[in-house]
T-cell receptor, first 119, second 119 residues
């Protein structure tokens, strides 16, 4: 069974600085998807960035980028130029595939990292 | 376009009662999945439905059931409520699933959730 581990329960960063959130996962599948979701106090899950396992290039979305190390099963999130609005719980998630290779809607989440942004 | 909508947003039930939570996916999305998020933890997968058929079930007791209607909306039912069922219940939708669901475009979008408190 797949597992996702986030070893940093809480992180803090100064406004305008850079912070990296860690995530490791375990799987025997070769093709899968990885995601970072942000959950602000409103509790709605907001997709931050996604990575397809077959792509070697690390995904980037504006100030957010990932460091995807497939062999090490590591998927960290880097937030550059941190803003007050980035303060939230961040979840790393793994998307399973079906027996036929298609993506399911079953996401396996880590326990989350609570990010605080200091002004 | 409207996002994933859930109702009710908050509700309080007594132990032993039954509850029904409702979800309307994004227009055009055929796949709906349900997650339970206990305070302080990441969401846990409960069910996935695609084209009105159950496509996956998490490790939850038979007290939990769901269905998807012809218009792709969905209901989650929980019988014989326990105190431990108190959680945020999240609904998520995506356009496709299975072999048709490959590709970065098949993003999973979450609703704002239904807060269930069992007393």
């Amino acid at each position: 069974a797949q597992t996702v581990t986030q070893s940093q329960p809480e992180m803090s960063v100064q406004e305008a600085e850079t912070v990296t959130l860690s995530c490791t996962y375990d799987t025997s599948e070769s093709d899968y998807y990885l995601f970072w979701y942000k959950q602000p106090p409103s509790r709605q899950m907001i997709l931050v960035i996604r990575q397809e396992a077959y792509k070697q290039q690390n995904a980037t979305e504006n100030r957010f980028s990932v460091n995807f190390q497939k062999a090490a099963k590591s998927f960290s999130l880097k937030i550059s130029d941190s803003q007050l609005g980035d303060a939230a719980m961040y979840f790393c998630a793994y998307r399973t595939t079906t027996a036929y290779g298609g993506a399911t809607n079953k996401l396996i989440f880590g326990t989350g990292t609570l990010l605080a942004v200091q002004p | 376009d409207a996002g994933v909508t859930q109702s009710p947003t908050h509700l309080i039930k007594t132990r032993g009662q039954q509850v029904t939570l409702r979800c309307s996916p994004i227009s055009g999305h055929k796949s709906v999945s349900w997650y339970q998020q206990v305070l302080g933890q990441g969401p846990q997968f409960i069910f996935q439905y695609y084209e009105k058929e159950e496509r996956g079930r998490g490790n939850f007791p038979d007290r939990f059931s769901a269905r998807q209607f012809p218009n792709y909306s969905s209901e989650l039912n929980v019988n014989a409520l326990l105190l431990g069922d108190s959680a945020l219940y999240l609904c998520a939708s995506s356009p496709k699933s299975g072999p048709e669901g490959q590709g970065a475009g098949n993003t999973i979008y979450f609703g704002e959730g239904s807060w269930l408190t069992v007393v």
